[in-house]
């Protein structure tokens, strides 16, 4: 058993989220776990860009209201306790809503290579119509 130490928080990057996210990473894989956890924090109308992962990736969220996009126009709300699997290779993408901060754990595992393949940015129109009125 190892107590692991808490790590920095840092603001994630711009060229694959939009808007204020910061990030605090948890766990990295150390073989034989493939596991990547971190702690992710959305300010109001703050989002990821569309992305995929090879293994696919559950979120869970620890407080705020939150959004989780796929490329067929599928939007899920989900609010603390929820929790939300998106398949290996689905293109999706997640974040606050407009008026609500959302942080969650992201789990995923990094099989070869980097687990997540990035794509572009979430447009303003896609984000705007994933919020209800």
Known sequence: MELLPVRNTSKAPEQTFT????VTSI????EPSRLTAALV??????RTNWHSHAVGQTLHVTEGVGLVGTRDGK???????DT?????????WH???TDTFMCHIAMLE?????PTTWLEPVDDQTYRAANPA
Request: glycine share 18%; charged share 25%; aromatic share 8%.
């Open 27 to 30: 766990k990295t894989p150390t």
């Open 41 to 46: 924090r959305f300010a109001p109308g703050a």
């Open 95 to 97: 974040g606050g809503t």
């Open 84 to 92: 939300v699997w998106t398949p290996p290779g689905e293109e999706h």
């Open 75 to 81: 939007v899920i709300r989900m609010r603390a306790g």
């Open 19 to 22: 808007g204020d996210v910061y």
């Open 110 to 114: 990094a099989a070869d290579g980097d």
